[in-house]
T-cell receptor, first 113, second 112 residues
Framework: QKEVEQDPGPLSVPEGAIVSLNCTYS??????FMWYRQYSRKGPELLMY????GNKEDGRFTAQVDKSSKYISLFIRDSQPSDSATYLC?????????????FGKGTTLSVSS | NAGVTQTPKFQVLKTGQSMTLQCAQD?????MYWYRQDPGMGLRLIYY???????DKGEVPNGYNVSRLNKREFSLRLESAAPSQTSVYFC???????????FGSGTRLTVV
């Protein structure tokens, strides 16, 4: 079992929809949880960061971490065509690779106008 | 602009050729990483350097070597390129664990 599982999609939604993206993980030592957004042919960029369990909100984006279920989510409200990208979950803490983030495979999102 | 700079952006190699991918950051970050990204496989860690003077293997190190030249620069070398190394390579850096990474724009490598 891979340490981080993420449904690759693709996910297609109309403009204005609420989007839910999810990852599950197996390593209970993970404590830093992040979401990255990657536009086509670009490098990933940090979107949201959460330490341990709980919620974090930034504008239209909300990140949730449920450590008891080993499950993290990213919600996008009022989705826009500019949100069309691949979203990667990432986490670290307790990994054998020091500070290195372990990434999910990414979910490709398309928002149509 | 501050950030992570990767060179070259594109490269085509013949099987057996060697090359070095360059990465430099100007944010005074301690840790640097090399990932490869393949369709359906996500980002996989090749090598990392937690601090200047140290390097360690990641998930997929075979066929690669690295050098942390100084705090700013972290290079990735392919000694004898193989078609299986066709991929997009990303360099990233961070201040330390728990901080987000800054990624470069990637190097698209094709081995024929």
């Amino acid at each position: 079992q891979k340490e981080v599982e993420q449904d690759p999609g693709p996910l297609s939604v109309p403009e204005g929809a609420i989007v839910s993206l999810n990852c599950t993980y197996s390593n209970s030592a993970f404590q830093y949880f992040m979401w990255y957004r990657q536009y086509s042919r670009k490098g990933p960029e940090l979107l949201m960061y959460t330490y341990s369990s709980g919620n974090k909100e930034d504008g239209r984006f909300t990140a949730q971490v449920d450590k008891s279920s080993k499950y993290i989510s990213l919600f996008i409200r009022d989705s826009q065509p500019s949100d069309s990208a691949t979203y990667l979950c990432a986490m670290s803490g307790g990994s054998q690779a020091g500070t290195a983030l372990i990434f999910g495979k990414g979910t490709t999102l398309s928002v149509s106008s | 602009n501050a950030g992570v700079t990767q060179t070259p952006k594109f490269q085509v190699l013949k099987t057996g050729q060697s090359m070095t991918l360059q990465c430099a950051q100007d944010m005074n970050h301690n840790s640097m990483y090399w990932y490869r990204q393949d369709p359906g496989m996500g980002l996989r860690l090749i090598y990392y350097s937690a601090s200047e003077g140290t390097t360690d293997k990641g998930e997929v190190p075979n066929g690669y070597n690295v050098s942390r030249l100084n705090k700013r620069e972290f290079s990735l070398r392919l000694e004898s390129a193989a078609p299986s190394q066709t991929s997009v390579y990303f360099c990233a850096s961070t201040t330390g664990e728990g901080y987000g990474y800054t990624f470069g724009s990637g190097t698209r490598l094709t081995v024929v």
